[in-house]
């Protein structure tokens, strides 16, 4: 069965402190592992990675992923409150039009 | 913000009653996703339609059927209500080219409550 792990589930840390999401997949026909930042309702896109190793960057977010151990880390570096959300990752696979969803990580940042 | 809406923003609903939840794509985009999301998960795949044909089920029954408009917007309806559609109801919109299909956006969802 297809699966998506995200870890950890929540998440608090201090304003400045980087963080670090985990996001495991067992899929087969794997195509691509996609980012997404949900803050009330619409998860907003952030990165889609498809090559192994190659850094995708945008400010201070950052992904990777590693397809021979099947997973993907976002960083987040000096954390503001206004990154405070849930992080979604997301998997596809080349047959088939779905995402695969993991259950998210709740990120809090205080002050 | 992405240029996908979605109608209405709310909705209450008793068991055994029949919803339908619309959606609006993005300029450009040609086809619509679904997903539920219940409180503390994460979207969970319904269906997809693309050219006005549903290309794509997740695990949900058949009271769960959608529709696609030539404008590519698209239709959610739910019959026989159960307390457990209660969920945040999101729709995605994205670009298939022949060998493409570029990544989804997403609207801002409907809530839906079954009492």
């Known amino acids: 069965e297809d699966k998506v792990v995200q870890s950890p589930l929540s998440l608090v840390v201090h304003e400045g402190d980087t963080v670090t999401l985990n996001c495991s997949y067992e899929?087969?026909?794997?195509?691509?592992l996609l980012w997404y930042k949900q803050e009330k309702k619409a998860p907003t896109f952030l990165f889609m990675l498809?090559?192994?190793?190659i850094e995708k960057k945008s400010g201070r977010l950052s992904s990777i992923l590693d397809k021979k151990e099947l997973f993907s880390i976002l960083n987040i570096t000096a954390t503001q409150t206004g990154d405070s959300a849930i992080y979604l990752c997301?998997?596809?696979?080349?047959?088939?039009?779905?995402?695969?969803f993991g259950t998210g990580t709740s990120l809090t940042v205080i002050p | 913000e992405t240029g996908v809406t979605q109608s209405p923003t709310h909705l209450i609903k008793t068991r055994g009653q029949q919803v339908t939840l619309r959606c609006s794509s993005q300029?450009?985009?040609?086809?619509v996703s679904w997903y539920q999301q219940a409180l503390g998960q994460g979207p969970q795949f319904i269906f997809q339609?693309?050219?006005?044909?549903?290309?794509g089920r997740g695990n949900f029954p058949p009271r769960f059927s959608g529709l696609q408009f030539p404008n590519y917007s698209s239709e959610l309806n739910v019959n026989a209500l159960e307390l457990d559609d209660s969920a945040l109801y999101l729709c995605?919109?994205?670009?298939?080219?022949?060998?493409?299909?570029?990544?989804?956006?997403f609207g801002p969802g409907t809530r839906l409550l079954v009492l």
């Open positions: 995605a919109s994205s670009f298939r080219g022949s060998v493409t299909q570029e990544t989804q956006y």
């Open positions: 339609y693309y050219r006005e044909e549903e290309n």
């Open positions: 997301a998997v596809t696979k080349n047959t088939g039009n779905q995402f695969y």
């Open positions: 899929v087969t026909n794997f195509r691509s």
């Open positions: 498809t090559s192994s190793g």
């Open positions: 300029s450009g985009h040609n086809t």
